[in-house]
């Protein structure tokens, strides 16, 4: 329990907190300890050195407390903190949508290697969760402007709130929709993060039991389900000479770039992910040229 009084030291509490996370069965449970207090408290590492001893202040260690329960039950830091950093933006994140990851700027950052750095451009997230694909390619592009678009209410809300976060609300929209049924077009560069993990592949901790289902699992026999019917309606969505570009799953890129040859795209370039894995892959319609 937290004294009453607010006296506990830093280093008591990280110690306590790394034993209960080890017997939990987490690898880095000191590391672990340390980060959960330094985002719970707001000090630095620095801090459980130079201060050792003294009262932690009140606020802090109950913040930490409660912290510590719900990032052993396998909760997301990012949720605890309800906001995470993306391409150097900082986005709100909580079970509305999954948690925007580093692997996710291989398609913000291949998307733009093949867009004209200057020309006006309408786009379209499909798929858009918190938002930071469309709004991160909005914030890099002054002329640009798009529209995130996805089936879940909450997770446009969220969205929402992160375009007005940004001050990216008068340059971007949201529509529920299934991908591209009833979106007017045409767009210049489509993007998409869509579900691409099969049921029962092992993920990180806490992914499967605190983030959005939809936006994770694949049908049970149909990896390429959504990437399928994007393709699909994509072309008529895309202005001639239009970019799509993917996020997908590790190793399955092959799969995909089959996929979309068999419907009779273009691949047009691809980028990996800061672990080199093949993250991102656009696709033109056959024969058309680049923007």
């Known amino acids: 329990m937290i004294p009453r009084d607010g006296a506990g030291d830093r280093a008591a509490w990280v110690r306590h907190a790394a034993e209960t996370l080890s017997a939990a069965g987490f ?4 590391a672990d300890a340390e980060l959960l207090w330094c985002r719970a408290s707001g000090e630095g590492r620095a801090m459980l050195a130079l201060r050792h001893g003294e009262a932690a202040p009140i606020a802090a260690l109950a913040r930490f407390q409660a ?8 909760e997301p830091l990012a949720y605890l903190e309800g906001s995470t950093g993306f391409h150097g933006l900082e986005f709100l994140c909580d079970a509305r949508a999954l948690i925007p990851r580093a692997d996710s700027e291989a398609v913000v950052e291949l998307a733009l290697s093949l867009m004209h750095p200057q020309r006006p451009a309408r786009i379209a997230d499909l798929g858009t969760g918190s938002g930071c694909l469309l ?3 909005l914030h890099l592009r002054a002329a640009w402007r798009g529209i995130g678009v996805d089936r879940s209410l909450p997770a446009l809300d969220l969205a929402r709130s992160n ?5 990216l609300e008068v340059r971007s929209s949201f529509a ?13 560069l489509i993007v998409s993060n869509p579900p691409y993990v099969v049921p029962g592949e092992e993920l990180g901790r806490g992914v499967a039991e605190h983030e959005p289902h939809a936006a994770l699992f694949t049908p049970a026999r149909d990896s390429m389900h959504a990437y399928r019917r994007i393709l699909s309606a994509a072309r008529t969505a895309l202005a001639p ?5 993917f996020e997908i799953g590790a190793g ?6 089959t996929l979309a040859d068999a419907l009779e795209w273009e691949e047009c370039g691809r980028r990996r992910d800061l672990s080199g894995i093949e993250r991102a892959l656009a696709f033109r319609t056959r024969g058309s040229a680049l923007p």
Request: hydrophobic share 50%; glycine share 12%; aromatic share 10%.
């Open 27 to 30: 690898e880095d449970a000191r």
């Open 163 to 167: 375009a007005l976060r940004l001050a």
């Open 176 to 188: 529920q929709a299934d991908w591209l049924d009833g979106v007017p077009g045409p767009f210049e």
């Open 241 to 245: 000479g239009g970019i799509l570009v």
């Open 252 to 257: 399955r890129a092959s799969e995909l770039a």
């Open 135 to 137: 709004l991160t390619l």
């Open 67 to 74: 912290w510590l329960v719900r990032f052993t039950a396998g």
